[in-house]
């Protein structure tokens, strides 16, 4: 089956990974870390693309973005390509390609689901176990949006605004959220759809969206077709 086009709707948030080939490291050390965040920074800026919530893994880039053109994630992810893999190749004496393929993306209901996607973005480290607590991840947007630092790549959602009138009561409210949690069927639901391709939109919104993307948001029901007959439909049976 031929593999769905990268998915870039203007205006709605994407829930990203980028994966680096099998036995890499997306960065080797802090100096690494750094240069993927500043290439970032720079790409974002360039073509528009604003960075609700980040993680890097040790073996792949987690974002959680909003493209202001259709186009914009897509160059921002080519820019990081050609910046931070080139710098980092010169910088460790190697040649050839980082990533493990194209990065992967769904397009998310951001009333139903931003700021799952955020927790599931913001507490990657503690879930694999990399840190024994979430403010100990120095490498995603988590302490920014604990109140420990402010981070410049990132910019909030309106969504994590609505979570309280001052900064105190939006960095409690996340902290709680966070320490609650996201239930199993929550991470399979976000990471099935965003390494499928499909969006976590209702229907009724993917089928208009489906149009500017060109290409369906949403896979086809599964089961055969109904069948048109004489004055109605009628369903064709599993015997045909």
Known sequence: MARLPR???????HLVVQCVHDGQLLARDD????????????ASRQHGLSIHAYCLAPDHLHLLAT???????????????RRYVAAYNRRHARSGGLWSGRYRATVIDPAQYLLDAMAFVESHALR????????????????????MKIDPLVSDHALF??????PFEREAAWRRRLDAGLAQSQLQALTQAMRSGWALLPQAV??????????RLTPRPRGRPRKQVAGGVASVSEDG
Do not use: F
């Open 7 to 13: 998915l870039g709707i203007a205006g709605w948030p």
């Open 31 to 42: 100096q690494d870390r750094e240069a993927v965040l500043a290439a970032l920074k720079e």
């Open 67 to 81: 493209p202001s053109t259709d186009e914009a994630l897509s160059l921002v992810m080519q820019a990081l390509g």
């Open 128 to 147: 694999a176990g990399q840190v024994q607590r979430l403010e100990d991840d120095a490498w995603s947007s988590v302490r920014h949006h604990l109140g």
């Open 161 to 166: 605004w609505g979570l309280g009138n001052t």
């Open 206 to 215: 993917a089928d208009k969206l489906s149009v500017a993307a060109g290409r």
